[in-house]
């Protein structure tokens, strides 16, 4: 916890949450960094009316003074809320995630040490950390990597620094994945990044301040009901294909309940009661009832009720009903974007070659302009792009990884407008590399390549927008006039001389 103004009831002196405690500081901590102009700038606020300014500034004063507010729909069970109750808790909670639309996803544990090769298997494609299920590895020979985990460069300053510089919001790091070892100080087991290596320190700790500091939103993933290192984290019949059979071909479902009793909950609520943590990105495969699942959200609601909850705290599939119940937002396949919105907050996992976790092997990397591109359609369908690196063992972005990164962070320095708190337009898309987001009275056409000598968006013509008036165009980053005509047969647009950024232009078209 970070420190605070003043001492909630049952908060121990270490800053956690005794189990009694009310749990403010833990409550109104992303407050307190709005008050320190971290989580939500001074250029944000610069579009609000001085009203809705005074009353956010008075509603400050009261939390950092100790009154109460009436939040109080947010740290409720949803059996006890009705449907409107339910989205005002939500709405209030997915306020950032809907402006940032782009966040840093990490994948880093003992699985960075062979890095997709295991004796004489190199695997150039693929998801490297899986390699102790690929490789049937037995659990006390991979348990083994943790005596070599030393990441001594290492440095959270560093890595939320590219997160910012590549134009990020917010960013995402896994807490535990399916090899059942914690990356923070646990005391659920000794199995963890503290405990059991050489480094002792708690990343997951180093890097929520870090990101807080930075004015960027931390989160955590948790792999919830797969864990090839423990006998009970194994489950059932319908996913034996998907868990350690080689060490545990026995497991039941009632070892799985058990694994849920004793590492996956306390485990949960040690993330969100130990750490500042603005959302918990689950992986699961579909063991919990749907009992577990409600005690899970429910706990997580009462002690870090501004912590958003993913769709795969139920399945990786693409939920059943949508709003799915719990969930603030919807999680998508890995490296699968949605083909249309869907009226609900969606994100894209993304990986920037084949891998999650780290593959020195793995050269299939995505390019700048393809990250600008895949940000552009998912924004333009109301989604978010969560893109993953995968560490070194010693704590380091691979090179190629930053270069990738810093680039496309260059064409959001000059049109982020596009992108921050944008909704789907109309339209999408138009063709292969023009896409539309809207925000206020604007329309925003991103081109992905560069025009020839004009450019003609059709999403404009009297069949696509009839109702649709252009007042004005500008070339987001660029002083240069743009000619422009509005037809019925779409709006004619002239072609910059100069190029803002080489991967891609974008147009602001005011609309009525």
């Known amino acids: 916890m970070k420190p605070s103004m003043s001492k909630a009831p049952g908060v121990a002196s270490c800053g956690r949450k005794t189990e009694s405690g009310t749990g403010n500081e833990k409550t109104f901590a992303p407050l307190k960094r709005a008050f320190n102009q971290r989580a939500y700038p001074i250029s944000r606020l610069k579009h609000t009316s001085y009203m809705k300014q005074t009353i956010l500034f008075l509603l400050l004063l009261m939390v950092l003074s100790g009154c109460k507010t009436t939040r109080s729909y947010m740290s409720q069970p949803e059996s006890e809320l009705s449907p409107e109750q339910i989205e005002m808790a939500r709405q209030e909670r997915i306020g950032w995630f809907k402006e940032a639309r782009y966040g840093l996803f990490i994948h880093w544990g003992l699985y960075a040490i062979p890095g997709g090769t295991w004796g004489d298997t190199v695997r150039k494609r693929g998801y490297s950390e899986w390699i102790m299920f690929s490789e049937k590895i037995p659990r006390e020979e991979y348990a083994q990597l943790a005596e070599r985990f030393n990441p001594v460069d290492f440095d959270a300053e560093e890595w939320v620094d590219i997160a910012k510089r590549a134009g990020m919001r917010y960013v995402v790091i896994t807490a535990k994945h399916h090899d059942g070892f914690a990356m923070f100080d646990s005391a659920v087991t000794d199995y963890d990044i503290v405990d059991a290596t050489p480094f002792k320190r708690d990343v997951i700790k180093e890097l929520e301040e870090a990101c807080h500091r930075a004015g960027l939103q ?295």
């Open 218 to 512: 931390f989160g955590v993933y948790y792999s919830v009901d797969r864990d090839w290192y423990r006998p009970t984290g194994q489950g059932s019949e319908r996913y034996k294909k998907q868990t350690n059979l080689w060490d545990f071909p026995d497991s039941t479902q009632a070892d799985f309940d058990k694994y849920f009793e004793e590492i996956a909950y306390p485990q949960v609520k040690e993330l969100i009661t130990q750490y500042d943590i603005d959302l918990i990105w689950f992986d699961a495969i579909e063991m919990k009832s749907p009992e577990q699942i409600e005690r899970l959200a429910n706990t997580i609601r009462k002690h870090s009720p501004e912590t958003l909850i993913n769709s795969r705290i139920w399945s990786p599939a693409f939920p059943k009903v949508v709003p799915p119940p719990h969930c603030d937002y919807i999680s998508s396949g890995d490296n699968k974007i949605l083909k249309n919105s869907i009226d609900f907050e969606w994100e894209n996992p993304g990986s920037m070659n084949t891998s999650y976790g780290y593959n020195p092997n793995d050269h299939n990397w995505v390019e700048p302009g393809e990250i600008v591109a895949r940000l552009a359609d998912i924004v333009s369908k109301g989604g978010n792009y969560l893109l993953n690196v995968g560490p070194t063992p010693k704590g380091t972005f691979e090179q190629t990884a930053i270069d990738r990164l810093l680039e496309a962070g260059k064409w959001m320095d000059v049109n982020e407008e596009a992108i921050r708190d944008a909704s789907p337009w109309l339209q999408y898309s138009e063709g292969e590399s023009i896409y539309y987001t809207a925000k206020d009275e604007y329309v925003y056409a991103i081109c992905t390549e560069w025009p020839a000598d004009q450019l003609v968006l059709q999403a404009f013509d009297a069949e696509n927008a009839p109702n649709v008036s252009v007042e004005s165009v500008e070339l987001l980053g660029s002083q240069e006039k743009i000619e422009w005509k509005h037809s019925e047969d779409g709006l004619k647009l002239s072609i910059p001389k100069q190029v803002p950024n080489e991967l891609g232009l974008v147009y602001r078209i005011e609309v009525k």
